[in-house]
Protein backbone atom coordinates (compact mmCIF):
# COMPACT_ATOMS: atom_id res chain seq x y z
CA UNK A 1 0.00 0.00 0.00
CA UNK A 2 1.14 3.60 -1.09
CA UNK A 3 1.35 5.86 1.92
CA UNK A 4 0.39 8.83 1.77
CA UNK A 5 2.35 11.36 3.02
CA UNK A 6 1.11 15.21 3.18
CA UNK A 7 3.07 17.87 4.52
CA UNK A 8 1.16 19.50 7.78
CA UNK A 9 1.45 23.66 8.06
CA UNK A 10 3.69 24.96 10.31
CA UNK A 11 3.07 25.54 13.74
CA UNK A 12 3.01 29.16 13.37
CA UNK A 13 0.80 29.29 10.80
CA UNK A 14 -1.29 26.84 12.52
CA UNK A 15 -1.41 29.56 15.72
CA UNK A 16 -1.83 32.28 13.32
CA UNK A 17 -4.97 31.12 11.38
CA UNK A 18 -7.38 33.52 13.39
CA UNK A 19 -4.74 36.50 12.69
CA UNK A 20 -6.63 39.40 11.07
CA UNK A 21 -4.04 41.74 11.26
CA UNK A 22 -4.99 44.34 8.47
CA UNK A 23 -8.22 42.67 7.25
CA UNK A 24 -10.91 45.46 7.06
CA UNK A 25 -13.89 44.20 8.87
CA UNK A 26 -17.56 46.18 8.50
CA UNK A 27 -20.29 45.17 10.80
CA UNK A 28 -24.11 46.11 10.54
CA UNK A 29 -26.10 46.99 13.73
CA UNK A 30 -22.45 47.16 15.55
CA UNK A 31 -23.66 49.32 18.60
CA UNK A 32 -24.90 47.30 20.50
CA UNK A 33 -25.68 43.62 21.79
CA UNK A 34 -23.74 40.64 19.47
CA UNK A 35 -22.49 43.50 16.30
CA UNK A 36 -20.62 45.76 19.02
CA UNK A 37 -19.26 42.14 20.96
CA UNK A 38 -18.62 40.81 17.33
CA UNK A 39 -16.93 44.53 16.19
CA UNK A 40 -14.64 44.13 19.44
CA UNK A 41 -13.21 40.21 18.83
CA UNK A 42 -12.54 40.90 15.25
CA UNK A 43 -10.68 43.78 16.53
CA UNK A 44 -8.66 41.94 19.34
CA UNK A 45 -7.80 39.52 16.47
CA UNK A 46 -6.19 42.54 14.26
CA UNK A 47 -9.03 44.07 12.02
CA UNK A 48 -9.43 47.57 11.19
CA UNK A 49 -13.62 47.93 11.62
CA UNK A 50 -16.42 50.10 10.11
CA UNK A 51 -19.40 50.26 12.43
CA UNK A 52 -22.54 50.72 10.76
CA UNK A 53 -25.71 51.53 12.98
CA UNK A 54 -28.41 53.48 12.18
CA UNK A 55 -27.68 55.84 15.64
CA UNK A 56 -24.76 57.69 14.49
CA UNK A 57 -23.92 58.66 18.01
CA UNK A 58 -24.09 54.97 19.26
CA UNK A 59 -21.97 54.06 16.43
CA UNK A 60 -19.53 56.64 17.63
CA UNK A 61 -19.45 56.06 20.85
CA UNK A 62 -18.77 52.19 20.46
CA UNK A 63 -16.02 53.01 17.32
CA UNK A 64 -13.93 55.27 20.12
CA UNK A 65 -14.01 52.05 22.43
CA UNK A 66 -12.80 49.54 19.96
CA UNK A 67 -10.54 51.57 18.86
CA UNK A 68 -9.16 52.80 22.27
CA UNK A 69 -9.09 49.43 23.81
CA UNK A 70 -7.90 47.16 20.70
CA UNK A 71 -5.73 49.70 18.91
CA UNK A 72 -6.84 49.16 15.94
CA UNK A 73 -8.63 51.77 13.39
CA UNK A 74 -12.43 51.97 13.98
CA UNK A 75 -14.90 53.91 11.52
CA UNK A 76 -18.52 54.96 12.72
CA UNK A 77 -21.18 55.15 9.58
CA UNK A 78 -24.32 55.58 10.32
CA UNK A 79 -26.91 53.76 7.65
CA UNK A 80 -29.92 52.27 7.70
CA UNK A 81 -29.48 49.24 6.03
CA UNK A 82 -32.66 48.84 4.71
CA UNK A 83 -32.13 51.60 2.29
CA UNK A 84 -30.43 51.73 -0.53
CA UNK A 85 -28.27 54.88 -0.80
CA UNK A 86 -27.43 54.52 2.79
CA UNK A 87 -26.15 51.20 2.03
CA UNK A 88 -24.11 52.15 -1.29
CA UNK A 89 -22.61 55.45 0.78
CA UNK A 90 -21.72 53.17 3.24
CA UNK A 91 -19.87 50.93 1.34
CA UNK A 92 -18.10 53.60 -0.55
CA UNK A 93 -16.90 55.46 2.01
CA UNK A 94 -15.65 52.42 4.07
CA UNK A 95 -13.23 51.78 0.97
CA UNK A 96 -12.53 55.06 0.97
CA UNK A 97 -11.43 55.67 4.69
CA UNK A 98 -10.09 52.37 5.57
CA UNK A 99 -9.68 50.24 1.85
CA UNK A 100 -10.81 47.12 0.26
CA UNK A 101 -12.82 45.27 2.57
CA UNK A 102 -12.65 41.31 3.25
CA UNK A 103 -15.30 41.01 6.21
CA UNK A 104 -18.92 41.92 6.39
CA UNK A 105 -21.02 40.86 8.88
CA UNK A 106 -24.98 41.63 8.54
CA UNK A 107 -26.05 41.57 12.22
CA UNK A 108 -28.29 44.48 12.22
CA UNK A 109 -31.98 43.69 13.28
CA UNK A 110 -34.58 43.92 15.45
CA UNK A 111 -37.63 41.81 16.34
CA UNK A 112 -41.68 41.88 17.39
CA UNK A 113 -43.01 39.17 19.04
CA UNK A 114 -47.33 38.07 18.54
CA UNK A 115 -49.23 36.08 17.22
CA UNK A 116 -49.14 36.31 13.00
CA UNK A 117 -52.76 37.73 12.84
CA UNK A 118 -51.81 40.49 15.17
CA UNK A 119 -49.66 41.93 12.91
CA UNK A 120 -49.66 45.49 11.09
CA UNK A 121 -48.87 44.90 7.18
CA UNK A 122 -46.07 47.76 8.64
CA UNK A 123 -44.83 45.62 11.17
CA UNK A 124 -44.31 42.70 9.37
CA UNK A 125 -42.48 44.98 6.18
CA UNK A 126 -40.55 46.61 9.15
CA UNK A 127 -38.90 43.04 9.57
CA UNK A 128 -37.86 41.94 6.20
CA UNK A 129 -37.18 45.46 5.10
CA UNK A 130 -34.15 45.23 8.43
CA UNK A 131 -33.26 41.62 8.12
CA UNK A 132 -34.21 40.09 4.45
CA UNK A 133 -33.62 43.60 2.33
CA UNK A 134 -30.56 45.14 4.48
CA UNK A 135 -28.53 41.86 4.10
CA UNK A 136 -29.36 41.66 0.35
CA UNK A 137 -28.44 45.27 -0.39
CA UNK A 138 -24.72 44.76 2.04
CA UNK A 139 -23.77 41.62 0.35
CA UNK A 140 -24.48 42.88 -3.46
CA UNK A 141 -22.74 46.39 -2.44
CA UNK A 142 -19.66 44.82 -0.24
CA UNK A 143 -20.04 41.71 -2.57
CA UNK A 144 -19.19 43.42 -6.00
CA UNK A 145 -16.15 44.94 -4.49
CA UNK A 146 -14.98 41.66 -2.54
CA UNK A 147 -15.58 40.02 -6.74
CA UNK A 148 -12.70 43.06 -8.14
CA UNK A 149 -10.62 41.71 -5.26
CA UNK A 150 -10.94 38.14 -5.59
CA UNK A 151 -11.39 38.02 -1.94
CA UNK A 152 -13.76 38.06 0.90
CA UNK A 153 -15.99 36.69 3.20
CA UNK A 154 -19.45 37.57 4.48
CA UNK A 155 -21.17 36.11 7.68
CA UNK A 156 -24.83 36.61 7.94
CA UNK A 157 -26.70 36.59 11.25
CA UNK A 158 -29.26 34.71 11.11
CA UNK A 159 -31.06 32.79 14.47
CA UNK A 160 -32.23 28.76 15.20
CA UNK A 161 -35.91 30.44 14.19
CA UNK A 162 -34.66 30.65 10.29
CA UNK A 163 -34.14 26.47 10.89
CA UNK A 164 -36.89 25.50 13.50
CA UNK A 165 -40.60 27.06 14.74
CA UNK A 166 -41.55 28.64 17.65
CA UNK A 167 -44.54 30.79 18.36
CA UNK A 168 -45.99 34.23 17.89
CA UNK A 169 -42.66 35.31 15.56
CA UNK A 170 -43.65 34.36 12.21
CA UNK A 171 -42.36 37.34 10.31
CA UNK A 172 -38.89 37.37 12.14
CA UNK A 173 -38.56 33.12 11.65
CA UNK A 174 -39.43 33.98 8.01
CA UNK A 175 -37.43 36.47 7.20
CA UNK A 176 -34.21 34.63 9.26
CA UNK A 177 -35.01 31.71 7.32
CA UNK A 178 -34.33 33.85 3.75
CA UNK A 179 -31.37 35.03 5.26
CA UNK A 180 -29.98 31.54 5.68
CA UNK A 181 -31.04 30.14 2.25
CA UNK A 182 -29.72 33.65 1.06
CA UNK A 183 -26.57 32.83 2.06
CA UNK A 184 -26.49 28.94 0.71
CA UNK A 185 -27.66 30.89 -2.84
CA UNK A 186 -24.42 33.42 -2.72
CA UNK A 187 -22.01 30.74 -1.52
CA UNK A 188 -22.18 29.40 -5.24
CA UNK A 189 -22.59 32.73 -6.98
CA UNK A 190 -18.98 33.69 -5.11
CA UNK A 191 -17.57 30.36 -4.45
CA UNK A 192 -15.61 30.75 -8.27
CA UNK A 193 -14.54 34.43 -7.22
CA UNK A 194 -12.67 33.24 -3.90
CA UNK A 195 -15.72 34.61 -1.16
CA UNK A 196 -17.04 32.23 1.33
CA UNK A 197 -20.29 33.13 2.51
CA UNK A 198 -21.69 31.30 5.65
CA UNK A 199 -24.68 32.27 9.49
CA UNK A 200 -24.24 32.32 12.43
CA UNK A 201 -27.68 30.89 14.14
CA UNK A 202 -27.66 31.98 17.43
CA UNK A 203 -30.11 30.52 20.03
CA UNK A 204 -30.95 32.79 22.92
CA UNK A 205 -28.60 35.79 23.64
CA UNK A 206 -28.84 38.20 26.56
CA UNK A 207 -28.64 41.41 24.85
CA UNK A 208 -30.81 44.52 24.70
CA UNK A 209 -33.48 42.68 22.40
CA UNK A 210 -34.06 39.66 24.47
CA UNK A 211 -33.97 41.61 27.64
CA UNK A 212 -37.38 42.58 26.34
CA UNK A 213 -38.79 39.35 26.25
CA UNK A 214 -41.34 39.05 29.51
CA UNK A 215 -40.24 37.00 32.43
CA UNK A 216 -41.87 34.10 31.88
CA UNK A 217 -40.79 33.70 28.54
CA UNK A 218 -37.04 34.54 29.75
CA UNK A 219 -37.68 31.70 32.25
CA UNK A 220 -38.88 29.01 29.74
CA UNK A 221 -36.13 29.75 27.60
CA UNK A 222 -33.68 29.34 30.70
CA UNK A 223 -35.20 26.02 31.57
CA UNK A 224 -35.45 24.20 28.11
CA UNK A 225 -31.96 25.34 26.81
CA UNK A 226 -29.51 22.41 27.76
CA UNK A 227 -27.07 24.70 28.86
CA UNK A 228 -29.85 26.07 31.40
CA UNK A 229 -29.06 29.43 30.98
CA UNK A 230 -29.02 32.58 27.93
CA UNK A 231 -25.79 32.71 26.15
CA UNK A 232 -23.49 36.15 26.61
CA UNK A 233 -23.00 38.67 23.59
CA UNK A 234 -19.18 37.77 23.84
CA UNK A 235 -19.77 34.40 22.89
CA UNK A 236 -20.79 35.53 19.26
CA UNK A 237 -16.98 36.18 19.17
CA UNK A 238 -15.58 32.85 18.42
CA UNK A 239 -17.59 32.12 15.65
CA UNK A 240 -17.53 35.12 14.10
CA UNK A 241 -13.47 35.00 14.09
CA UNK A 242 -13.60 31.37 12.94
CA UNK A 243 -16.08 32.13 9.97
CA UNK A 244 -14.06 35.55 9.19
CA UNK A 245 -10.37 34.00 9.01
CA UNK A 246 -8.51 31.23 7.90
CA UNK A 247 -9.09 29.02 9.79
CA UNK A 248 -12.55 28.27 8.62
CA UNK A 249 -11.37 28.06 4.79
CA UNK A 250 -13.47 25.36 3.34
CA UNK A 251 -16.38 26.14 4.77
CA UNK A 252 -18.81 27.85 3.37
CA UNK A 253 -22.49 27.66 2.33
CA UNK A 254 -22.76 26.83 6.40
CA UNK A 255 -25.22 27.53 9.11
CA UNK A 256 -23.43 27.88 12.37
CA UNK A 257 -25.74 27.31 15.29
CA UNK A 258 -24.81 28.89 18.36
CA UNK A 259 -27.75 27.84 20.79
CA UNK A 260 -26.34 26.61 23.74
CA UNK A 261 -27.95 22.83 22.48
CA UNK A 262 -31.84 24.00 22.24
CA UNK A 263 -31.84 22.68 18.59
CA UNK A 264 -30.14 19.45 19.77
CA UNK A 265 -33.65 18.26 21.15
P1 LIG B 1 -29.63 44.65 19.53
O1 LIG B 1 -28.81 44.68 20.77
O2 LIG B 1 -30.97 45.30 19.53
O3 LIG B 1 -28.71 45.22 18.36
C1 LIG B 1 -29.21 45.39 17.06
C2 LIG B 1 -28.57 46.63 16.47
O4 LIG B 1 -29.02 46.75 15.10
C3 LIG B 1 -29.01 47.91 17.19
O5 LIG B 1 -27.92 48.79 17.35
C4 LIG B 1 -30.05 48.47 16.23
O6 LIG B 1 -30.27 49.85 16.33
C5 LIG B 1 -29.43 48.11 14.90
N1 LIG B 1 -30.39 48.23 13.81
C6 LIG B 1 -31.68 47.83 13.81
N2 LIG B 1 -32.26 48.14 12.64
C7 LIG B 1 -31.32 48.75 11.90
C8 LIG B 1 -31.30 49.32 10.59
N3 LIG B 1 -32.40 49.32 9.82
N4 LIG B 1 -30.15 49.84 10.12
C9 LIG B 1 -29.04 49.88 10.90
N5 LIG B 1 -28.99 49.37 12.14
C10 LIG B 1 -30.12 48.82 12.64
O7 LIG B 1 -29.92 43.12 19.09
P2 LIG B 1 -28.97 41.83 19.09
O8 LIG B 1 -29.59 40.84 20.00
O9 LIG B 1 -27.57 42.18 19.24
O10 LIG B 1 -29.26 41.29 17.61
C11 LIG B 1 -28.30 41.35 16.58
C12 LIG B 1 -28.70 40.36 15.48
O11 LIG B 1 -28.70 39.04 16.02
C13 LIG B 1 -30.11 40.58 14.93
O12 LIG B 1 -30.11 40.34 13.53
C14 LIG B 1 -30.93 39.53 15.63
O13 LIG B 1 -32.08 39.15 14.90
C15 LIG B 1 -29.91 38.41 15.71
N6 LIG B 1 -30.21 37.41 16.74
C16 LIG B 1 -30.19 37.76 18.06
C17 LIG B 1 -30.48 36.78 19.01
C18 LIG B 1 -30.47 37.07 20.48
O14 LIG B 1 -30.86 36.17 21.26
N7 LIG B 1 -30.04 38.23 20.92
C19 LIG B 1 -30.78 35.48 18.61
C20 LIG B 1 -30.78 35.18 17.25
C21 LIG B 1 -30.49 36.16 16.33
P3 LIG B 1 -31.53 50.38 17.23
O15 LIG B 1 -31.14 50.13 18.65
O16 LIG B 1 -31.63 51.82 16.84
O17 LIG B 1 -32.72 49.56 16.82
Not at 72 to 84: G, N, P
Not at 96 to 121: C, E, M, Y
Request: aromatic share 4%; glycine share 10%.
Amino acid sequence: MTELVTALPSATAVRGQNDLTGRVALITGAGSGLGRAMAWGLACHGANIAIVDRDAAIAERCAREISNGSGTRALAVRADVSREDDVENATNRVLQDLGPIDILVNNAGHNIRKPLIDFSLAEFDSLHEVHVRGTFLFCRAVGRTMQAQRRGTIINIASVLGHIAAKNVAPYAAAKAAIVQLTKVLALEFAEHGIRVNSIAPGYIDTPLTRQHASDVRDRITRTTPLGRFGEARELIGPVVFLASEASSFITGSSLIVDGGWTAQ
